[in-house]
């Protein structure tokens, strides 16, 4: 398939047919503020089996269904609770998604099956055009190969999905760079199946009680996933955000694991490795692996969000054996830097090394 990359400059010639391929059954990437998405009609089974395709994502993986006016939520719904409604308007267009019962015009090929609907409206200029020209709910999970990390840049999206997709929208690099918070509202208590840039105490104070999935928890301790207690977000089950190459990831203080760190690529070099190191901006590291990535100051989380996924992918690229990572101190964490340590973690997962209870690797 021949895929049309549009870039920055010449985006506003495009959008009309942008609109006119989704709402045809075709398929387009777009920039949103958290990450790059895959966009089709939601409407239609045939353009989200396309999306499931061109991924090579499970069909049990429900996609997040966009939109880009609050009149248009109402008929994807059973129904908007009060609750639903609060989240909406607090923090809609924004990086929240709500999950809510569906009504009978979404197709289960877009809903993994399941009878809920995760919708969200993103903030993104180019993404809220982009809806809006199509006239049609867009299905978009992240622009990415299933279990690669997500997109944050078009270079992204163009190393896993040109020729693909019927388009690709370049909006620059992203703002955020970890997916939206999914937050659940068909129970009693809301629940947080994927933490994001809204956070446990933003939602509490717009709707009162919330919980956390316990699996979600369990992943931000470093457990394994077990079959179990899947999470409910059935996403979140997959082997996920992962560079090729075994991440471990140190947990402790600053110099603690800068010190693990330096033994630990000496290590892996005298192994005949070729080893990277993830650690913040001031470790004193350079030079001691075949790459280190400085992504960040501790205590910068956005700044780390900003370039978690692309460090990976850069991982990728360097073609390394192994990878050591500073778990950047976000294990009392519980804002956007929660959500940074379920993707660092996943990304890692399992092997989690933590300074403080001497574990194994
Ligand atoms: P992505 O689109 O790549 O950001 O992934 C979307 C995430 O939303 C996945 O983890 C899905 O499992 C989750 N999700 C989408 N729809 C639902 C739903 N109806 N119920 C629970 N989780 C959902
Ligand atoms: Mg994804």
Same mark, same amino acid.
């Given at each position: 398939m021949e895929t049309i990359v549009v870039r920055e400059s010449e985006l506003d010639d495009y959008y009309e047919e942008a609109g006119r391929i989704l709402r045809e059954g075709g398929l387009v990437a777009f920039p949103t503020e958290t990450v790059y998405g895959l966009g089709?009609?939601? &409407?239609?089974p045939e353009a989200s089996a396309k999306i499931y395709a061109a991924k090579g994502r499970p069909s049990d993986n429900p996609l997040i269904v966009h939109v880009a006016d609050f009149a248009d939520v109402a008929p994807l719904v059973r129904e908007i609770t009060p609750v639903a409604d609060k989240l909406m308007k607090k923090f809609w267009p924004g990086p929240l998604t709500i999950i809510m019962n569906k009504s009978d015009i979404v197709p289960t090929a877009t809903t993994g099956g399941l009878q809920s609907v995760a919708v969200r409206m993103p903030v993104h200029p180019v993404a809220m055009k982009l809806i809006r020209c199509a006239g049609v709910p867009i299905a978009a !999970?992240?622009?990415?190969?299933?279990?690669r990390p997500s997109p944050t840049k078009a270079e992204h999206v163009i190393e896993d999905l040109f020729g693909r997709v019927d388009m690709i929208m370049d909006g620059g690099s992203v703002g955020i760079g970890v997916e939206s918070t999914i937050v659940d509202v068909t129970g009693e208590v809301p629940m947080i199946l994927r933490p994001g840039y809204i956070t446990k105490e933003m939602l509490t104070e717009a709707i009162g009680d919330v919980t956390i999935d316990k699996a979600v928890a369990k992943i931000n301790e470093g457990q394994l996933i077990t079959s179990k207690e899947p999470p409910k977000? !059935?996403?979140?089950?997959?082997?996920?955000?992962?560079?090729k190459a075994p991440l471990n990831l140190i947990c402790g203080d600053e110099e603690e694991v800068e010190a693990e760190l330096r033994k630990l690529a000496a290590q892996g070099k005298s192994d005949g490795l070729r080893v990277g190191i993830i650690c913040s901006?001031?470790?004193? &590291?350079?030079?001691?692996?075949d790459r280190v990535y400085h992504i960040g100051r501790r205590g910068d989380t956005e700044t780390i969000a900003h370039n978690i996924y692309d460090c990976l992918r850069q991982c990728d690229a360097d073609k390394l054996d192994v990878i050591y990572s500073d778990d950047?101190?976000?294990?009392?964490?519980?804002?956007l830097g929660y959500a940074v340590q379920n993707r660092i973690m996943k990304a890692a997962g399992g092997h989690v090394l933590n300074l403080k209870q001497k574990g194994d690797l």
């Open positions: 089709g009609n939601a &409407l239609d !999970p992240s622009a990415n190969t299933s279990g977000a !059935p996403g979140m089950k997959y082997r996920h955000y992962a560079p901006d001031g470790a004193d &590291l350079d030079g001691c692996a950047f101190g976000l294990e009392n964490d519980e804002a």
